[in-house]
């Protein structure tokens, strides 16, 4: 009783903003500020690894930025006026921030009464004896940390126990998870990399524009020069506790640990943050400064934050339409013209087979003529695209066909199971429009799946799934449009054959 009575006390105080939580004690007296961001809601959504794609990824909880969805850009962000971040940060942190889905004993591990909560720490990697950083996160920074299919331990990635009460008294650090006591809470740490370079806003992988930096000085490699300020993740659990064996992510075991940010703060706090904390070897968390510092800021400082583009994105290539136009090559058909020369009588025209000689074939023939002039030798002449207009034979004319205009397609989940997947056409015109399919695998047709939907198997593991996509209708050119690839695919460990996922 008395344990529930200390988390109630603490959970309440926590939801209603009067602070009772410690800063932990590893993050004291650190160059550095701390934002408590709460939950805004779970979704089988990722706008970084599945932009404008609805459920297709696993469970994520979601942090910061309100109402976050597949759509989720910069833009959005920077359109918000407040956010789920505490402690005078709600109007200056409009990021969104998410990890995957704790799950204990089978069951998803989530409530918005303030008892779980995602503490971003941002810090100048190296303590007070690390290089000072470049300059605050460019607005609309993209980056995962963590790996999702690693099999083994991430040094990035931390478990420890906290007490509930007393959240300075911390132990049982682990790269798995720990088994807390009833008066302790489980905590994830997650380490981002602190490196840009300097040009992109993603990449394809989400990672390769960021590296860490290293050494004693923790400097950034040449190809990542920009130093920024490194964000760490802490998830706290208020009152999950238990053991280590019954907690499980939505990604799979302890170390498919991972997390997602994109970045949107204000540029002048921002600015302000880095130069009166993290520059000066200041520790900035609500215990130590009430406020964010104010101070001079330059226009660099500023202007800094809007660098940085989006990575070039490769589209996928629509099948070529072929077009056949008349080439004086000697594989191309012949057609011949004869105009007898001395008569006003219709021409007699003849095929030819496709051969390069001007001699006809014995087997061609000849129309008969209203009146047959027996003196006259016909002479064959080849006919170019060029020809005269004199000639009088009229030539086999192939229809004009229309151009159909499509959607690239997108991939979605169907129904409660993200093991079956379907494809939505998007806007094809002038409709109706008839649609064929072809499943992909690495780019590559998965024989017999040709259906509009496709069920995930063990085969997919580790590869990219697509669609193409073939529309049709009379009288105009075939389309093809082929979807982004989603992977690599992961199964969890639980997610056996007999479960409903084909061993094929």
């Not at 100048?124 to 605050?136: K, L, M, N, S, Y």
């Not at 807390?180 to 997650?190: H, I, N, P, Q, Y």
């Not at 330059?298 to 583009?309: E, L, M, N, P, R």
Request: charged content about 10%.
């Amino acid at each position: 009783m008395r344990t529930a009575l200390r988390f109630l006390l603490a959970s309440i105080l926590v939801a209603t903003g009067l602070i009772v939580v410690q800063t932990p004690a590893s993050a004291a007296m650190e160059p550095s500020f701390v934002v408590t961001c709460y939950p805004t809601g779970i979704a089988k959504n990722d706008p970084i690894v599945f932009p404008g794609q609805a459920g297709m990824s696993h469970m994520h909880s979601f942090f910061g930025a309100k109402g976050v969805n597949e759509n989720t850009t910069a833009s959005s962000l920077s359109a918000a006026t407040s956010s789920q971040c505490g402690s005078y940060y709600d109007g200056i942190d409009l990021s969104a921030y998410w990890i995957p889905t704790l799950y204990k004993d089978g069951q998803q591990v989530y409530r918005d009464d303030g008892s779980i909560q995602l503490r971003a720490y941002y810090k100048r990697a190296g303590g007070p004896d690390g290089e000072p950083v470049d300059q605050a996160w460019p607005r609309g920074l993209k980056i995962i940390a963590g790996d999702m299919h690693a099999t083994s331990a991430q040094s990035e990635v931390l478990y420890f126990c906290a007490n509930t009460v007393d959240t300075g008294s911390q132990g049982k650090a682990s790269s798995q998870f720990p088994s807390c006591d009833s008066d302790e809470t489980l905590v994830a740490k997650l380490q981002f990399p602190d490196c840009w370079d300097g040009k992109y806003l993603d990449s394809a992988d989400h990672k390769s524009h960021m590296a860490y930096s290293s050494g004693s000085g923790n400097t950034c490699p040449s190809d990542h020069p920009v130093k920024i300020a490194q964000l760490t993740f802490e998830a706290w659990f208020y009152g999950v506790n238990g053991s280590g064996s019954s907690f499980s992510w939505a990604s799979g075991g302890p170390y498919s640990f991972h997390g997602d940010v994109m970045s949107m703060w204000q540029p002048r706090p921002a600015a302000n943050l880095v130069k009166q904390c993290i520059n000066v070897a200041f520790d900035c968390n609500i215990f130590n400064y009430t406020d964010i510092p104010v101070g001079p800021v330059t226009q660099a400082q500023i202007d800094a934050q809007y660098t940085g583009v989006e990575p070039p994105v490769t589209s996928p290539t629509p099948m070529p339409s072929m077009t056949m136009s008349p080439t004086a090559s000697a594989t191309a058909s012949t057609s011949m013209t004869m105009s007898p020369t001395a008569s006003a009588t219709p021409s007699t025209s003849m095929t030819m087979s496709p051969t390069a000689s001007a001699t006809p074939s014995p087997s061609m023939t000849m129309s008969p003529t209203a009146t047959p002039t027996p003196s006259v030798s016909p002479t064959p002449t080849r006919t170019s695209p060029t020809a005269s207009p004199t000639a009088t034979a009229t030539p086999t004319t192939t229809p004009t066909l229309g151009t159909l205009t499509g959607s690239t397609p997108q991939l979605k989940a169907l129904g409660n199971s993200i093991l079956r997947i379907g494809v939505d056409v998007g806007n094809w015109q002038p409709a109706p429009v008839s649609f064929t399919y072809q499943w992909l695998r690495n780019g590559s047709p998965i024989a017999g799946e040709t259906a509009s939907t496709y069920d995930l198997s063990w085969a997919d593991q580790g590869n990219y799934i697509s669609v193409r996509v073939t529309g049709s209708k009379a009288g105009y050119a075939s389309l093809t449009r082929t979807s982004r690839s989603i992977g690599p695919i992961w199964f969890p460990s639980w997610a056996q054959p007999s479960n409903g996922l084909k061993a094929v």
